[in-house]
């Protein structure tokens, strides 16, 4: 980055020549982002927007005192006011300017009406004129390239503090309220004095038109309101489509949310259809509104018995000009931009009136001692619930003591750090916080970057440290494997790397911040036991020793290591206490923590979770010293995905000009050839009209003066004009501008927006079409630099112009002899008129070419590379799968034609009805061999369902018929009818007894609307574990014969678990069933264990039969889990080994823990009391 040193020269200031070495570069080269002048401190975002805040908090202060709404307007105007009045001055000066030219050119043309070769006086006097009127034109150049540039600074000042557009709203037109006015009365005196009581006539029309022009204003505003809340939803919508892309595909629902994003667009385009008719109205009038006042001034005053000459006709025409610019074009657009920075104004006042969440902070104490202290604690979520979130917590945790969170899905326990965090409002009690703060996510966070950069977040690189955190979080490995290492590029929601591998990425980011507490929420869930044995060992407790740690955990095994134990349930504290305290009190805490209603059952499973009606952020880790931020949201697509190896390229820079074919694309998408050529005709004929309006007043005044004849050497006499003739082609030029002017201005405006509607749709439709690679690699403008090269160019162009005026003016004082009146006023007139119109006719082509770049971008996207049909003609038969058998055949995968193969040579078969467990370390292949099954990508080898090639048939026929638990479960906003069935396949009846099959069906009773309340964005008012169920509920209602399982119980406690689990069995008892699993309990049961290693199939077969080879993949990982654990799993899988295979034989060894000991396991202990 350059540093910009604006030099306060004045003539450096007012032609920005700090600009020209910029320029010099780019006119060799391309420019590049080093190239670029750094940010000045009085604009940097900080500066301003703590400025800004301070008036705003002044201004609430005094409302409340007052007890009245505060105005963000009033705190605006009291920050920005002191430059506006500067710059109001500036605009004085120039429109005073503006109205003293016309004076000027009538004197010149005067001059020529009156033209005597030896009046010397008058030669002199009339070069005087032009030296003022050449003045003024200079003047004008650069006071209103200097107001605009200055006006537009400020308001990317006002842009950068208040975050939202409000630049170009109100700031640029804002001193035009009052200027329009207060020149409008001085043209009418000026043109009083030039040709009387005839004025009047014009400045009624331009007052008629005035009121016209505010009513669209308002109307105007009230559409911007309405559109804008349309816009709001769609993009809200269609993040979440793009964010839980990868679901939406393998449910098929593609068709449903391309209906719900079309619906919403059409509601929004018939509110953009009517603002634009409004605006082209608008645009209208100030095409035509100067030549209808012309018009009805001149009519008036030869049908008054007045003669035209040409030094009135020129001085009306440039005084209608000049006020044209300031009451038809700069005042409507400041009421127009007015009212759509008030509807901005209004919202960002109401988002800043929203209740905040009561800061407290975390300093350090005076005696250094870190803690964390949380007395009676109760909080609500939602105020108006009646149930509270947590309620009467009591903890206490000081460094190297590690607090073990646990509990049911939906007991409070991401809520609880968000107490610690202080996200959540304080009820009752006390939270005390002392040391920095860093959090670890349920969902990780990463961002666009290297994994380095994400692991520092801005923290200097220091080797040894750095070394020491990735060895830590057990990504030494992953990062051999990966090409560029740590410095590989993680795409947006880290698309290049597994879920597990961004779990770790997250979890050392806050270790590398070195902070005094860490709150772990559930880090150990997204990695397979190795690595989380590793993790919680080497990370946890040695790394992170000296630290406050608490840990929210579903992983039983590791509680011994903790300090203190917590309980919750349904926000509440069911027991807390230490380790060894719970084998003694050998206490069964499963009563506790079963519902009221709920009878003891040899497998509990678990109660309704109480629903958080809150919407909490999920983000990454964060450091605080003093004051509490909002985190960031944040959603990750989680995907156990292996390294894919995206290469991330840099986005896409073109130079050159824009093609034809993308003007031809954008105007032919909204109409037909026909109205293209009818609307180029139609701007013809409207700009043509224009001319030849004032040429016929040119030409009729010199008509008439060549009447003014000499009789005798007696005087001037008269003669009369045909009225009837030159009025009627004045009228039928000036109706043809008007009726032209219109037309042309709402045919364009609908043949755009009908361009933008059809662009839209194709756009969208072409990326939902696009493989889920496309997601992958490629993730969801420079102001200042902006303005000043715009003004930069403008100035200059104008400086041109004012030239060419000067040329203009003394050449027709030098060619006198040869020109008349009317030539001479045409030519100044339209000379003066090309000053502001040149620069801003070539400026706006620049726009345009700008603009259209967008167009192009548009245009790519309507042609991305496709998946295969949704549909074939060959269709399998509505039955299909009736057994569901699966066949891999020397399946190769890649998730592109250029990436690694992420699965090689894997060939299995997978019978009916059977149960298959896949493992394997993070990254080997788990959830590729998923997505090579559902198509997401196309495999190479051959898959076959029941005797049909997964190949022939298209995609919506292949993924509806099978049914996903994923990892990470994906909610939509919409409400819960419309995520469990966004076809309406199924009745009120079938959708309860799913949510009841799954425990939610009282939650969803509890919401206000039940099953058609709404749910907040990708259901974050749901705990991880009830979306789980969620999912769960949908699988059930799909009634396929082929489930697929990934990951789905690992952020659930073990108790929903062993519920998901058992309804599997129950109500999948007769389909096909692959599960993906890190918790080697959930399918020890299995038929046949599938182990994964770096995309190849190292062992497949029955879990007892792996377990006795001491070699095998699957039995290190179960000995990974400790020797009870493991003699556990070993014994359940040689019961179900016996009972399979061996049905006749009576087996009854039980699976006893610690049965030598007499006491019952702490392991059995924890688990029922999950």
């Not at 400045?203 to 669209?216: D, G, K, R, T, Y």
């Not at 964060?622 to 991330?648: C, F, H, M």
């Not at 026929?957 to 909610?971: A, C, F, G, N």
């Amino acid at each position: 980055m350059c540093s910009l040193d604006i030099c306060h020269s004045p003539f450096l200031l007012i032609f920005n020549r700090w600009l020209n070495p910029l320029f010099k570069i780019g006119h060799k080269r391309r420019l590049e982002e080093d190239d670029m002048y750094s940010v000045l401190p009085e604009d940097r975002s900080q500066h301003l927007g703590e400025e800004l805040q301070g008036y705003w908090d002044q201004e609430v202060l005094r409302a409340e005192k007052d007890a009245r709404k505060p105005s963000l307007t009033k705190a605006i105007i009291k920050c920005y006011w002191k430059s506006y009045v500067v710059l109001g001055i500036f605009t004085l000066i120039e429109e005073s300017t503006r109205v003293v030219q016309p004076i000027i050119l009538g004197k010149i043309i005067g001059y020529f009406e009156n033209y005597d070769p030896s009046d010397s006086a008058a030669l002199y006097e009339a070069h005087g004129y032009a030296g003022v009127l050449s003045a003024c034109t200079l003047v004008l150049a650069i006071l209103h390239h200097l107001y605009f540039y200055h006006v537009q600074c400020a308001g990317m000042r006002l842009r950068v503090a208040m975050c939202h557009m409000i630049y170009r709203k109100v700031t640029i037109f804002l001193h035009f309220l009052w200027a329009g006015p207060l020149q409008a009365i001085v043209v009418t005196a000026l043109l009083w004095m030039e040709i009387g009581i005839s004025c009047l006539a014009g400045i009624a029309v331009l007052i008629i038109l005035l009121p016209l022009q505010s009513c669209i204003g308002k109307l105007f505003s009230s559409l911007r309101s309405k559109t804008a809340a349309f816009t709001d939803t769609r993009i809200r919508t269609m993040n979440e489509v793009i964010t839980g892309i990868r679901i939406i595909k393998m449910y098929a629902w593609e068709k449903s949310f391309a209906d719900l994003i079309t619906n919403l667009r059409r509601k929004e385009i018939s509110k953009i259809l009517r603002s634009s008719y409004l605006r082209g109205m608008n645009l209208a009038s100030f095409f035509v509104a100067s030549k209808i006042i012309v018009f009805v001034t001149f009519t008036t005053y030869v049908l008054l018995g007045n003669v035209i000459t040409a030094s009135r006709v020129f001085v009306a025409v440039s005084l209608y000009g000049a006020v044209r610019l300031t009451v038809t074009l700069f005042f409507p657009s400041a009421v127009e931009k007015a009212s759509e920075a008030f509807v901005s104004i209004r919202r960002i006042k109401n988002f800043l009136l929203l209740d905040e969440i009561t800061q407290f902070h975390s300093q350090l104490p005076s005696d250094g001692k870190m803690i964390v202290n949380v007395q009676d604690f109760t909080a609500f979520w939602d105020k108006a619930s009646d149930t509270p979130t947590l309620q009467g917590l009591s903890f206490t945790v000081r460094p190297c003591e590690l607090l073990a969170v646990v509990g049911p899905v939906g007991a409070g326990k991401s809520s609880l750090l968000s107490a610690v965090l202080g996200e959540l409002p304080l009820s009752e009690g006390q939270v005390s916080v002392h040391g920095r703060i860093a959090y670890v996510s349920q969902q990780p966070w990463v961002f666009s970057g290297t994994v380095r950069s994400n692991i520092l977040f801005g923290k200097k690189y220091e080797k040894e440290r750095y070394e020491k955190v990735i060895k830590a979080c057990a990504l030494k490995k992953d990062l051999q494997l990966l090409e560029d290492g740590d410095l590989t590029m993680i795409g947006d929601r880290g698309t290049t790397l597994s879920g597990g591998q961004k779990a770790r990425v997250n979890l050392a980011r806050a270790v590398y911040q070195d902070a005094d507490i860490y709150l772990l929420d559930d880090p150990l869930s997204a990695v397979d036991a190795e690595v989380s044995r590793h993790l919680f060992e080497l990370c946890i407790c040695q790394a992170l020793h000296e630290k406050i740690r608490i840990l929210v955990t579903h992983q039983l095994q590791y509680l011994k290591a903790a300090s203190q134990i917590l309980i919750l349930k349904d926000g509440k504290m069911v027991q807390k206490g230490t380790y060894t305290e719970f084998l003694k009190s050998g206490i069964d805490f499963g009563s506790l923590l079963k519902k009221e209603n709920e009878e003891t059952e040899p497998s509990p499973v678990p109660g309704t979770p109480t629903l958080r009606n809150r919407t909490f952020s999920e983000s990454s880790v964060w450091s605080q010293q003093s004051s509490r931020p909002s985190l960031k949201e944040a959603t990750s697509e989680g995907q156990d995905t292996e390294n894919i190896q995206v290469t991330l390229t840099e986005e896409t820079r073109s130079e050159g000009k824009v093609g034809f074919k993308a003007y031809k694309n954008y105007f032919t998408a909204g109409a037909h050839w026909f109205i293209i050529i009818f609307l180029i005709l139609v701007n013809l004929a409207a700009q043509v009209a224009y001319v030849l309006q004032d040429w016929w007043l040119s030409y009729w005044a010199n008509q008439q003066r060549a009447l003014n004849v000499t009789v005798n050497g007696q005087g001037n006499v008269t003669e009369k004009l045909d009225l009837n003739w030159y009025l009627g082609i004045y009228s039928g030029l000036t109706a043809s501008t008007v009726l032209f002017g219109v037309a042309r201005s709402l045919l364009v405006f609908f043949v755009l927006v009908s361009s933008s509607q059809t662009l839209h749709n194709q756009m969208f439709e072409s990326i939902l079409r696009a493989p889920v690679l496309f997601f992958d690699r490629n993730p969801i403008e420079a102001w200042f630099l902006f303005l000043t090269t715009s003004r930069w160019f403008a100035v200059r162009l104008d400086a041109i112009c004012a030239v060419f005026v000067i040329v203009v003016a003394f050449g027709s004082l030098i060619l006198a002899k040869t020109l008349d009146a009317g030539q001479v006023g045409l030519a100044l007139s339209y000379a003066l008129m090309l000053m502001g119109m040149f620069q801003w006719c070539v400026r706006q082509s620049a726009e345009v070419e700008n603009m259209m770049i967008s167009v192009e971008r548009v245009m790519e996207y309507t042609d991305l590379e496709k998946e295969a049909p949704w549909e074939y003609q060959k269709r399998p038969l509505p039955s299909w799968p009736h057994e569901g058998v699966i066949i891999f055949d020397n399946v190769n995968f890649s998730y592109s034609l250029d990436g690694p193969l992420v699965l090689k040579h894997l060939t299995a078969l997978i019978k009916s009805r059977e149960k298959i467990g896949i493992v394997g370390r993070t990254g080997a292949g788990k959830s590729s061999l998923i997505a090579a099954l559902f198509r997401l990508s196309e495999p190479e080898g051959k898959i076959w369902i029941d005797k049909i090639l997964t190949t022939e048939i298209g995609l919506h026929d292949l993924r509806k018929k099978m049914s996903i638990i994923p990892q990470e479960p994906v909610l939509f906003t919409g409400t819960m009818r419309k995520n469990l069935d966004p076809f309406n396949e199924h009745s009120d009846e079938e959708l309860w007894n799913a949510l009841e099959e799954v425990q939610l069906k009282e939650a969803i009773e509890d919401l206000p609307g039940k099953m058609d309340t709404e749910l907040a964005e990708s259901g974050s008012n749901f705990s991880v574990g009830q979306r789980q169920l969620v999912c769960l509920a949908r699988a059930i209602l799909r009634k396929n014969r082929i489930l697929i399982i990934d990951e789905a119980t690992a952020n659930v406690d073990p108790r929903t678990d062993e519920l998901i689990q058992k309804k599997i069995r129950e109500k999948f008892a007769h389909c096909t069933v692959l599960t993906i699993a890190h918790r080697l309990n959930t399918i020890i049961d299995s038929d046949k264990i599938m182990v994964l290693d770096s995309g190849r199939l190292k062992e497949y077969d029955e879990p007892y039969v792996l377990l006795q080879n001491r070699d095998s993949l699957f039995y290190k990982m179960v000995q990974q889990l400790g020797k009870a654990e493991a003699a556990a799993l070993t014994e359940t899988a040689k019961q179900v080994y016996f009972k399979r295979n061996y049905p006749d034989i009576t087996h009854n060894g039980q699976v006893v823990m610690n049965a030598s000991s007499g006491q019952p396991s702490a392991l059995t202990i924890f688990e029922t009391a999950l």
